[in-house]
Structures are given as structure tokens and as C-alpha cells.
């Protein structure tokens, strides 16, 4: 049973920064593509960056240059660094599994941003 646990969330002014991450269970993680997802209250769930197993990464056009994502293999934990945060970045940031139907998901972290 796969199991992902996030962590790092909370409240911080445009501007700052956090560092969000999720340890995963279950799986064999080094062979999965980790991705990060983020939902705003009234919005679909939408993907915000992904990396491979061998650390290849893409993001959103909308965090490009900002956010940073990053996995650690021998911790099992993927990591999403944001920095220069707007106030449209409030979500909660879920990690998935990407290859796996259906997504699992943890409980998500709530990140914050404020004006």
C-alpha cells in the first residue's frame, strides 16, 4: 500500500520562501516519477512540477525559475523548494505517485501567502 506523508507548509509573506516534502512508502521509489500537485480553493487540482527517477525535472510554466523540485532516493522523500512566493501560490501541495492509476495521495500541506 503506498503511502506519501507532506510536510512544510505554512504561512509566509510574498516573497519568502518554504520547502515542502513528501516521504513515500510502498513503492519502490527510486524507479518513480515523483510529481508535486497543488489545489486553490474553487480550482482543480493542477500539476506544478515533476521529477524522474535519475532527477530530470519540469514545472509549470507558473513556477518556472522559482520553484525548485528535488528527490533524495536513499530517504525516499521528494522535496519542492519555492522561493519568491506570490500570494496566487496559496494551495495545498499533494505529492503523487505519477505512474500510478489511480494517484495516490497523502493528506497535502497547506502553504500560504500573504499580500
Known amino acids: 500500500q503506498v503511502q506519501l506523508v507532506e510536510s512544510g507548509g505554512g504561512l509566509v509573506q510574498a516573497g519568502g520562501s518554504l520547502r515542502l516534502s513528501c516521504v513515500a512508502s510502498?513503492?519502490?521509489?527510486?524507479?518513480?516519477?515523483m510529481g508535486w500537485y497543488r489545489q486553490a480553493p474553487g480550482n482543480q487540482r493542477e500539476l506544478v512540477a515533476e521529477?524522474?527517477?535519475?532527477?530530470?525535472?519540469d514545472y509549470a510554466d507558473s513556477v518556472k525559475g522559482r520553484f525548485t523540485i528535488s528527490r533524495d532516493n536513499a530517504k525516499n522523500t521528494v522535496y519542492l523548494q519555492m522561493n519568491s512566493l506570490k500570494p496566487e501560490d496559496t494551495a495545498v501541495y499533494y505529492c503523487?505517485?505519477?505512474?500510478?492509476?489511480?494517484?495516490?495521495w497523502g493528506q497535502g500541506t497547506l502553504v500560504t501567502v500573504s499580500s
Open positions: 510502498g513503492i519502490i521509489f527510486s524507479i518513480n516519477v
Open positions: 521529477i524522474t527517477g535519475r532527477g530530470a525535472t
Open positions: 503523487t505517485v505519477m505512474g500510478l492509476r489511480p494517484n495516490p
